[in-house]
């Protein structure tokens, strides 16, 4: 079973709004969380990385959340734009190892 | 561009073929790393170098796959024998010695099908 579960798997919304991911995850302990956005043939690009004592990490129009305690994490998108359309993975860290969900595709329809 | 590159971008073979990927690092990462990704799957780890030394390989690196770092710089990954199984995006990644956060940077992976 995978250790780190993303919802929802796809989604679709009109350009200029928002949009929440989630992730819920049983790694224990874990050094990160991190969230990655990978186009379409394209190598994951790290948009976030946020330790177990941090709550909250923006960049730009992305802001993750952590609750270590339940062990979920969110990805909000605000404004969406065409070029958010990926795949949005989460990824939490064990030291060098990395367990990955499955991603939740986002495709954003002017 | 001084990012993480791998060479093919594409490739296509025929079952029972021998195949090679080739991975260039981040100049100066000491740290490689392996994942396969299949459709719809998020990255799944296969190998793992600090400098040349091969620290970590998961069960999923069957006997067919071999993943070398001679020199601690670029890294080649062959596969022998493929199978349609095979069939995946193969990326590579690296990360600087002084990253406590172990932050991986990732290539632009090779795709590969098996016919």
């Known amino acids: 079973k995978n250790q780190v579960e993303q919802s929802p798997q796809s989604l679709i919304i009109l350009e200029g709004k928002n949009c929440t991911l989630q992730c819920n995850y049983t790694v224990s302990p874990f050094s990160n969380l991190r969230w990655y956005k990978q186009d379409t043939g394209r190598g994951p690009v790290s948009l976030t990385i946020m330790t177990f004592s941090e709550n909250t990490k923006s960049n730009g129009r992305y802001t993750a959340t952590l609750d270590a305690d339940t062990k979920q994490s969110s990805l909000h998108i605000t404004a969406s734009q065409l070029s958010d359309s990926a795949s949005y993975i989460c990824v939490v860290s064990e030291g060098y190892k990395l367990s990955f969900g499955a991603g939740t595709t986002v495709t954003v329809r002017a | 561009d001084t990012g993480v590159s791998q060479d093919p971008r594409h490739k296509i073979t025929k079952r029972g073929q021998n195949v090679t990927f080739r991975c260039d690092p981040i100049?100066?990462?000491?740290?490689l790393y392996w994942y396969r990704q299949t459709l719809g799957q998020g990255p799944e780890f296969l190998t793992y170098?600090?400098?040349?030394?091969?620290?970590?390989k998961s069960r999923l690196l069957s006997d067919r796959f071999s993943a070398e770092r001679p020199k601690g710089s670029f890294s080649t990954l062959e596969i022998q024998r493929t199978e349609q199984g095979d069939s995946a995006m193969y990326l590579c990644a690296s990360s600087p010695r002084t990253s406590g956060r172990n932050e991986q940077f990732f290539g632009p992976g090779t795709r590969l099908t098996v016919l």
């Open positions: 170098f600090q400098n040349e030394a091969q620290l970590e």
């Open positions: 100049s100066e990462h000491n740290r």
